[in-house]
């Protein structure tokens, strides 16, 4: 009898432990907050078994992409299934521009440059102005055309567009055949307000230069060491711009997938030879001199910046600085700039709602054109790369009104990023933690990136390594990406704790549309 009830006794004990391991046990880590997400330390990376409908990419080809091949870990990466997803076949409205008319508008632009150029050479020797004259060939297969023509609703340019890559090359290579003030300190016309606790974007020193081939880019010269953190003691908003942070913002958000930073590219611009010697503006010509160390130096036309301590100098010409891809002009590609609903104070005490309000997002949530569609997602999205690169100056965002409420943010302007290896502003993610919403695919991009095999500072080292100017970041900004990665996954994780996956996270807002415009106005008009 007892050898009966012991035999029973070890048929149970063992029925019970394979229902607990092979039954129990996997229930328990799908409950809510337990399995869902990385525990935020390195190496516990997973794909939640609910996340495997978020797109057509089977779950077993997920996890047999999950270590890396031989050679290139970047290149792995981007031959993950998360960034090959197809995107719905796009309408012709869904393309920001049609190629006929953007070649007929240029080759107007092409011929209204000769002749500018022709009557500015007979001034020029009548003034005795000496300016070296280069050839400028319009070429139909540009690169910097072929990235206007590729900009669609959904990015900036495609997954694996090579023209990408090409049109570095070309920012980095190319002669410059003209140096100008760009458009917004030409609007200044040198009269800036002294009173104005932030100073119009003009005052900073930047110029637009114009290509061989007719393509233009933004320069941004180097005004800080890389290993130079911005002081204790300064604000944002009077914080100085990173030629620097203009290009690993650019890796960075390629990186992630979101595709809406233009091309940037670093870049050794001589002085004389590519700014001095080809522009025609004879305010720019103005504002160079020789530093008493025999270097070649110019400073901003802003009057309160009008001094040469504020000058930026060449060595003796050559001034190391980022090219950014200009994208197409306004007048066939318009944008509208928005505020963020996140904007933050620019004084010196004050503070903003957001701040002081943790109900704020409900509001938002309320508000057009935040209520419907995807703009309140892609307003996370841009947090979550503001909180990498530590942006807290994203007081605007853009958006080009052809594609109406469908259409992405821009993220530009970001050479107030890196400025703080050792500081992590949370509060620059307060739209994701108010809110408590994120993209399905931004949160598996960002677990992806968490796992050691493809961890997001090494993605990053193995990319910058491709510019000329490289070092770009110091090894603490990269370990600080990695830092501040495991931040946002436990924001992520303390919503869910809280709503629960299903409110938390969203699938993305993918769908073709065939006017986007017309939906836009359509939504307006109610």
């Known amino acids: 009898m007892r050898k009966e009830r012991l035999l029973l006794a070890v048929t149970l004990i063992a029925i019970f432990s394979a229902d607990l391991y092979f039954i129990l046990l996997p229930k328990l880590r799908n409950v809510e907050g337990l399995g869902q997400f990385c525990s935020c330390r390195r190496g516990n990376f997973s794909f939640p078994a609910q996340f495997s409908n978020w797109t057509s990419v089977p779950l077993q080809d997920v996890y047999a992409s999950g270590l890396p091949n031989e050679g290139s870990k970047l290149d792995s990466l981007f031959a993950h299934p998360l960034y090959n997803i197809q995107n ?13 008319l953007l070649m007929n508008y240029y080759r107007k632009k092409i011929s209204r440059w000769e002749r500018h150029m022709k009557l500015y050479n007979e001034a020029a020797s009548t003034s005795n102005i000496t300016m070296t004259q280069h050839r400028v060939d319009f070429d139909v297969g540009a690169n910097w055309l072929k990235f206007h023509t590729g900009i669609s609703r959904h990015a900036l340019y495609s997954r694996h567009d090579p023209a990408i890559t090409r049109l570095l090359a070309d920012m980095r290579d190319m002669m410059v055949v003209n140096a100008d003030y760009t458009q917004d300190e030409k609007a200044l016309k040198g009269a800036c307000d002294c009173s104005q606790v932030v100073k119009p974007s003009g005052h900073h020193l ?72 080809v522009t025609q503006n004879d305010d720019l010509r103005a504002v160079f001199f020789t530093s008493p160390a025999n270097n070649t130096c110019f400073f901003s036309k802003c009057l309160y910046t009008c001094k040469t301590e504020y000058a930026v100098c060449g060595h003796p010409d050559l001034l190391e600085g980022s090219l950014s891809a200009y994208l197409p002009s306004l007048s ?34 309320k508000l057009y054109p935040y209520n419907s569609g995807n703009r309140l997602l892609n307003i996370i999205d841009m947090a979550v790369f503001d909180f990498l690169i530590g942006n807290m100056d994203r007081h605007h965002y853009e958006i080009f009104t052809k594609f109406g409420d469908e259409g992405f943010p821009l993220h530009l302007d970001n050479a107030r990023g890196f400025g703080k290896h050792s500081q992590d502003e949370m509060s620059i993610l307060a739209p994701l933690s108010q809110c408590c919403i994120i993209k399905r695919s931004t949160l598996l991009r960002l677990q992806l990136l968490a796992q050691p095999q493809f961890r997001l500072s090494d993605m990053m080292r193995e990319s910058l390594q491709k510019d000329p100017l490289r070092p770009i970041l110091t090894e603490t900004h990269l370990s600080a990406l990695d830092r501040r990665l495991v931040k946002i996954l436990r924001a992520v994780q303390r919503c869910t704790r809280k709503l629960g996956s299903e409110q938390v996270i969203a699938n993305d807002f993918i769908g073709a549309t065939v006017n986007p415009r017309a939906n836009a106005e359509s939504k307006k008009a109610r």
């Open 88 to 100: 719905p076949t796009l309408e012709a409205e869904e393309k920001l521009l049609q190629v006929d």
């Open 332 to 365: 066939i590609a318009p944008r509208i700039s928005i505020p963020n609903p996140w904007i933050r104070s620019y004084t010196f005490t004050g503070q903003e709602e957001w701040q002081v309000n943790p109900s704020y997002c409900d509001n938002i949530k």
């Open 206 to 277: 930047k110029l637009a230069l114009k290509m061989q081939n007719f393509g233009k880019a933004m320069f941004k010269p180097m005004r800080q060491e890389r290993d130079e953190e911005t002081p204790d003691d300064v604000f944002f908003f009077v914080d100085v711009q990173r030629h620097n942070a203009e290009i690993a913002a650019f890796h960075l958000d390629r990186i992630l997938d979101f595709r809406r930073v233009p091309p940037v590219v670093g870049r050794y611009l001589n002085l004389t030879g590519e700014v001095l010697q």
